[in-house]
């Protein structure tokens, strides 16, 4: 073993600690956690997750999160893709100003534009939905879904696009026979981003909801309870909203190198 | 080569509606409240600017925007270079690959709120592991809730643990493209560590660099949910970024004017920043 492989090893030490605490903490009782610290759970509990599994405002948070997750990750993507197109291949009037302005979009500060997006949302008619919150997401994803793809495409010679126009394809269906499997890392790389911030987001998740798409994170405010805390029930919780997110960077990791390896980025 | 064509727009267009929805009516709708007073029911006044000059002179603000600042300049100074130096010493090839890469993604994946709760039990003294560690076997006082210093550390170290697995996965596909044939070169030339550093991999990685630091900076310096949770601003406001203070103003006070006022302050300030590390790091691009 070569030295040099010591610093991403205790990197991730340093990144599983947390993760690894709160993982042991959640099949301790709350009664454990509270009463000092300890290394393994003394008394193994499974109550924190049969509580998530069995109760439907627990379990219905991850649906509800899963489901708008998807949709904005879908949205994003299929919008991104023309776009990105358009500014990877042809000069147009305003393009640089346009990419400049789309990335501005993830500098609005969120905590701020939460009340007018309330406002807006209730005005057509859309609150408490799972579309809502899908729509609301798109405004950082949709600037970085373009920004990544757009550096794929911008790999992917000319001549490819001038070859099918020769060999007779129409545009829709080069762009979709010919053109997209070329760039299915770049996409899986979008999508992956796109999946992963409107996953973890919750200020605009958390406003745009009451009670019919109320997301995972928004419940999980519920462990705080005249009672206290409860721990168990909190870090069970947070331990299961790692999970999708580890099953579908399993999935891309090979994309994410290989991926990012190919294009501009 | 690109060519002309303005039909390109056409492309374009379900992006523009869709951001400008987004966009532009809550801005808007910022900009109104910016330059009204209320006195609820509904009836707005014309304040004119008076909001934006009581915002930039009180000094409530330029101290929030001083913390933002350091905090932000702190974490980029951490997290830039050792997110470059954890991705020179990955793995380039073998089964470690993927390990590496997914473990070192799991931050990233968890929501935000899930993050600060778990740094805020992770750090308390006594019961969680961070401060168990540091008071009972290190012997050194450390209590988040009652030091502004020991605050500040945890965020710090709490924003490094969440975000700098962005900077080395960035940096990691940046230098997994340069070819072998680079590196033999270098061998026969016989450069030295530093040199191939610096004229093959700082050069190959500009971009994704590039991408690494605007992204670090930009959410830097809107970070609400996790500080905010974490210690709630405090002790007292030692630790109350732009973020919180904003939010504290509009949704604690109810003063949608001068918290308009400064959220559009704020915006500037994050544009014309962003727009200079934009322009400075492609300006030599081949477009």
Redesign the interface.
């Known amino acids: 073993m070569r030295k040099?492989?010591?610093?991403?090893i205790f990197?991730?030490l340093?990144?599983?600690?947390?993760?690894y605490?709160?993982v042991t903490?959640s099949f301790k009782t709350t009664n454990e956690?509270?009463?000092?610290?300890t290394l393994f759970p003394q008394t193994f509990t499974l109550d924190s997750y049969i509580t998530i599994f069995t109760d439907p405002t627990w379990y219905w948070g991850y649906i509800n999160s899963i489901i708008y997750v998807s949709l904005n990750t879908v949205?994003s993507v299929?919008?991104?893709l023309?776009?990105a197109?358009?500014?990877s291949?042809?000069?147009?009037?305003g393009?640089k100003q346009?990419f400049?302005w789309?990335?501005?979009?993830?500098?609005?500060?969120?905590?701020?534009?939460a009340?007018?997006?309330f406002?807006?949302y209730s005005s057509v008619k859309i609150f408490d939905t799972h579309l809502a919150v899908a729509?609301?997401h798109?405004?950082f994803n949709?600037?970085l879904a373009?920004?990544i793809l757009e550096?794929f495409m911008r790999s992917i010679p000319?001549e490819l696009d001038e070859t099918a126009y020769v060999d007779g394809y129409s545009f829709p269906r080069f762009f979709i026979k010919i053109f997209l499997p070329n760039i299915g890392a770049g996409v899986g790389v979008a999508a992956f981003f796109c999946f992963?911030f409107s996953?973890?987001?919750?200020?605009l998740a958390k406003t745009l909801t009451a009670v019919e798409a109320k997301p995972?994170?928004a419940v999980?405010?519920r462990t705080a309870s005249s009672a206290g805390y409860e721990?168990g029930l909190?870090?069970a919780?947070?331990t299961l909203?790692?999970i999708p997110?580890?099953i579908?960077?399993?999935f891309v990791?090979?994309y994410?190198?290989?991926?990012?390896?190919?294009g501009?980025? | 080569m690109k060519t002309e064509n303005q039909k390109a727009w056409f492309f374009v267009l379900p992006v523009l509606f869709l951001v400008a929805f987004n966009a532009l009516v809550p801005m808007m709708t910022v900009v109104n409240y910016s330059v009204q007073e209320t006195f609820g029911n509904n009836t707005f006044f014309w304040q004119g600017l008076d909001w934006f000059e009581q915002i930039l002179r009180s000094d409530r603000f330029q101290a929030a925007l001083g913390r933002q600042f350091m905090f932000t300049a702190i974490i980029l100074a951490i997290e830039i270079p050792l997110g470059i130096i954890v991705a020179l010493s990955m793995p380039r090839k073998g089964i470690w690959v993927p390990v590496c890469l997914v473990l070192m993604a799991l931050p990233m994946l968890i929501p935000w709120n899930v993050v600060g709760a778990m740094w805020n039990i992770f750090a308390l003294p006594k019961i969680g592991m961070l401060g168990y560690f540091m008071n009972d076997v290190l012997g050194v006082h450390y209590d988040m809730t009652q030091d502004p210093l020991a605050a500040w550390i945890t965020v710090i170290v709490m924003d490094v643990w969440h975000w700098t697995s962005l900077v080395v996965l960035l940096c990691y596909a940046g230098l997994v493209s340069i070819p072998d044939a680079y590196y033999q070169a270098a061998k026969i030339d016989g450069a030295s560590p530093w040199a191939v550093f610096r004229y093959i991999q700082l050069p190959k990685m500009k971009t994704v660099l590039t991408i690494a630091i605007l992204l670090r900076f930009m959410d830097s310096f809107n970070i609400y949910t996790e500080p905010f949770v974490l210690t709630g601003g405090g002790p007292g406001n030692s630790t109350t970024l732009l973020s919180i203070d904003l939010v504290k103003i509009a949704l604690g006070q109810f003063d949608l004017g001068p918290a308009a006022a400064m959220s559009l302050i704020y915006f500037a300030i994050t544009l014309l920043v962003s727009w200079v590390f934009y322009t400075l790091m492609t300006k030599d691009d081949p477009k």
């Open positions: 040099r492989s010591l610093i991403p990197y991730i340093f990144l599983m600690l947390p993760i605490w709160l903490m956690i509270l009463a000092g610290f949205l299929a919008v991104a023309p776009a197109y358009a500014f291949r042809y000069r147009f009037l393009d346009l400049f789309l990335l501005t979009n993830r500098m609005a500060p969120a905590a701020v534009f009340l007018p997006f406002q807006l729509l609301a798109t405004l949709v600037p373009v920004w550096g000319k992963m996953w973890v987001e919750m200020l995972i994170a999980m405010t721990l909190l870090a919780a947070g909203t790692i997110g580890a579908v960077i399993y990791r090979n994410i190198a290989r991926g990012f390896a190919m501009r980025v």
